[in-house]
Every structure is written in C-alpha cells, then in structure tokens.
Nanobody, 125 residues
Framework: QVQLVESGGGSVQAGGSLRLSCAASGSTSSSYCMGWFRQVSGKEREGVAAIDSDGVTRYADSVKGRFTISKDNAKTWVYLQMNSLKPEDTAMYYC???????????????????WGQGTQVTVSS
C-alpha cells in the first residue's frame, strides 16, 4: 500500500504561483509513476503532469511552460510548481501513483492505483 498526502493548495490571483507537494509513504518500488490530476465538479479528472522514477516528465498541453513537476527521492515527495496561474486552473488537485513506469496513457486516471485526498487551488481573475 502507498499513502499519498497533498498540501500547498490555496487561493491566488491570476498570474500568481503555488507549489503543491505530495508526500508518499508505505510500500515503495524502484519503478513508479507519479502524477498530478485536477478535477472540477461535474467534469472528468484531468491529467496535468507525471514523473517517473527515472525523472522523465510529461505534461498536459494546457500547462506546458507554466507548470513543473519534480521529485525529491530522499524524501519520496513529488512537487508541482504552478506559475502564471489562470482562473481556468481552478480545481481540486490530486496526487496519484502507480507501480511501474509512466507510459503513453499517463493522463488517464484509471492508470493509477493510489490517490491522495486532494488539495483545492482557486485562481481569481
């Protein structure tokens, strides 16, 4: 079992920045894929970014150039640095994990086994 706990959400004005953190604990594996997703009420959960155990990153087109996913191997934490935030970035953000590498369908929520409880990000115009 893997436990994921997100933190760092909040309210910010458009153009501002936030950094989300995801602390992973429990069973570990040398090969994993960690993802950040977001969801607005009434809509499907959307893949935002992913990083695998080799540090290879993937991003949704909507956040490329603005968001950066990174990891701290020593602390088994994953981060999402969000810059130039827009009102359309407002959502509940979730950390997710699966054992094994990220592959082409990294953006699909069904691909992941473990989920955090989510942290709210609100961007005002």
């Amino acid at each position: 079992q893997v436990q994921l706990v997100e933190s760092g959400g909040g309210s910010v004005q458009a153009g501002g920045s936030l950094r989300l953190s995801c602390a992973a604990s429990g069973s570990t594996s040398s090969s994993y894929c960690m993802g950040w997703f977001r969801q607005v009420s009434g809509k499907e959960r959307e893949g935002v970014a992913a990083i695998d155990s080799d540090g290879v990153t993937r991003y949704a087109d909507s956040v490329k150039g603005r968001f950066t996913i990174s990891k701290d191997n020593a602390k088994t934490w994953v981060y999402l640095q969000m810059n130039s935030l827009k009102p359309e970035d407002t959502a509940m953000y979730y950390c997710a994990a699966r054992i094994g590498p990220c592959v082409g369908v990294w953006y699909r929520s069904l691909y992941y086994t473990y989920w955090g409880q989510g942290t709210q990000v609100t961007v005002s115009s």
